[in-house]
């Protein structure tokens, strides 16, 4: 068999198929591969470019293989689909990954490291509870409104009608109810619990993590933002600019541009949803607390919001602190304001 270059693996649960080419790009290998197998195949190859779609345990694999002795690309799997050839099945992805891979101008996603993907899982599950905590708090109000208990919205409000459904015996109501409510309650009080213990542990790990303190340094930038960013692109250097950083989260304009006039759109809300609502949440409150001054675009803000409805503007900022937090993980230096 003859030496082989490149590979292209198509990730699975237990079955994975292999697509490999030799230095003339001539197919050498196709082959499905059990789980307990993949790591000991490749263990007998000589070191190989070797492309993997970035999706579910990709990042696992791509350390565990890369320690092989192989270069692993994580390419995004919309990047793979132009070059999947007629019918979709493992095979064929697997020979699309493979030419995807080669391409000189293909793009690549970084490989998480352990802390990257342990701090993500943080995310992630903090985001989790707190949509739970919202859903189970929005039933417990509208289960009590229907027996003519209402409370003012926000926390305070939250907390009054926990104290009520605590506090309260009404004998005229089923037992069974009261059951309902003091579930309700005691979900919501562990959900609190579990959401307050993800906060110290993100706390924790940032004023541990100097990379993550530079980053907060940034007007809008917090310790949510900061730690969620280095969770997601490490220290940045898979993009070449700071534009391109903020393209993939999705806060540039989308181009439909043709015949050399540029016409630009709405942003592209394209790449990291996550990240695009931290930043913009940073910037809306810099907007809202009229701290323009102070914001990250200082003076440029200020004059911009003359200008622009304020939505536009705080999404502008935001664009402009996700540029800023690409040049801060990327030269490592603070962020130094305008008037300084």
């Not at 198929?17 to 190859?45: M, N, P, T, Y």
């Not at 609190?192 to 213990?197: H, V």
């Not at 990327?330 to 008037?339: L, P």
Request: proline residues 3%.
């Amino acid at each position: 068999m003859k030496k082989i270059s490149i590979i292209g693996l198509d990730l699975a649960k237990r079955i994975f198929q292999v697509h490999g080419i030799d230095e003339d790009h001539q197919v050498v290998i196709q082959k499905s591969l059990q789980r307990s197998e993949l790591l000991a195949w490749f263990g007998q190859l000589e070191p190989c470019l070797v492309g993997m779609e970035a999706c579910a345990t990709a990042h696992y694999w791509a350390r565990e293989i890369g320690k092989l002795g192989h270069d692993v690309k994580l390419i995004p799997p919309v990047y793979v689909k132009p070059y999947v050839r007629r019918q979709k099945n493992d095979r064929a992805d697997a020979a699309a990954i493979c030419e995807a891979v080669s391409r000189p101008s293909m793009r690549f996603a970084g490989t998480k490291t352990i802390g990257q993907q342990t701090v993500q899982v943080l995310h992630r599950s903090r985001e989790l509870l707190i949509k739970q905590r919202v859903q189970l708090s929005n039933a417990l109000r509208a289960h009590l409104a229907e027996f003519g208990w209402i409370f003012p919205q926000g926390n305070a409000g939250l907390d009054q009608a926990i104290d009520f459904v605590r506090d309260t015996h009404d004998a005229d109501l089923p037992a069974a109810l009261w059951d309902v409510f003091r579930y309700q309650v005691a979900q919501l009080t562990n959900l609190r619990a579990a959401i307050a213990g993800l906060n110290k542990r993100m706390v924790a790990w940032h004023r541990a993590d100097g990379d993550s303190k530079r980053l907060a340094t940034i007007p809008g930038v917090g310790v949510v933002t900061a730690s969620a960013i280095l969770a997601s692109i490490g220290n940045g250097k898979q993009f070449k600019s700071g534009r391109e950083f903020s393209a993939w989260i999705g806060l540039v304009p989308r181009q439909n541009s043709s015949g050399g006039k540029e016409k630009l759109g709405r942003i592209s809300k394209q790449g990291n949803r996550y990240l695009r609502h931290l930043l913009v949440a940073g910037a809306t409150a810099y907007l809202r607390g009229k701290r323009c001054e102070n914001a990250a675009g200082g003076i440029w803000f200020s004059q911009l919001l003359h200008r622009k409805p304020g939505r536009v503007a705080s999404v502008a900022l935001a664009n402009k602190m996700a540029r800023i937090a690409w040049a801060v993980l990327t030269t490592g230096e603070y962020y130094r304001s305008t008037a300084a």
